[in-house]
């Protein structure tokens, strides 16, 4: 599986945002979907992550509330909806694609990984 991000860009503390990560192969429909986020001189941390049917999703507390993800298997695309967007979530934001095995959150859970897009977001 590989992964593509897009969809980062500047805006003000409020504002919103759309994130997109596009998939190629056949077999993303069967995997659970993630996005991570990484801050300068932060560990990446769990965002968001949804399962391969879309029934399922979980949220770091962080976004609860205001971030929403999705998945649209017929175009091999997940989603992340973010709204009320505060200066501390710029980050670069990664997609990543993985087999569930007991957590949404762990970073060694996904065996594919995109290469970010950044998200600035101004007060």
């Known amino acids: 599986v590989q992964l593509q991000a897009s969809g980062g860009g500047l805006v003000q503390a409020g504002g919103s945002l759309r994130l997109s990560c596009a998939a190629s192969?056949?077999?993303?429909?069967?995997?659970?979907m993630g996005w991570f986020r990484q801050a300068p001189g932060k560990e990446r941390e769990f965002v968001a992550a949804?399962?391969?049917?879309?029934?399922?999703?979980d949220y770091s507390d962080s976004a609860k509330g205001r971030f929403t993800i999705s998945r649209d298997n017929d175009r091999n695309t997940v989603y992340l909806q973010m709204n009320s967007l505060k200066p501390e979530d710029t980050a670069v934001y990664y997609c990543?694609?993985?087999?569930?095995?007991?957590?949404?959150?762990?970073?060694?859970?996904?065996?594919?990984w995109g290469q970010g897009t950044q998200v600035t977001v101004s007060s």
């Open positions: 949804i399962s391969w049917s879309g029934a399922v999703n």
């Open positions: 990543a694609a993985g087999y569930y095995s007991g957590s949404w959150s762990d970073v060694n859970e996904y065996d594919y």
């Open positions: 192969g056949r077999t993303f429909s069967s995997h659970m």
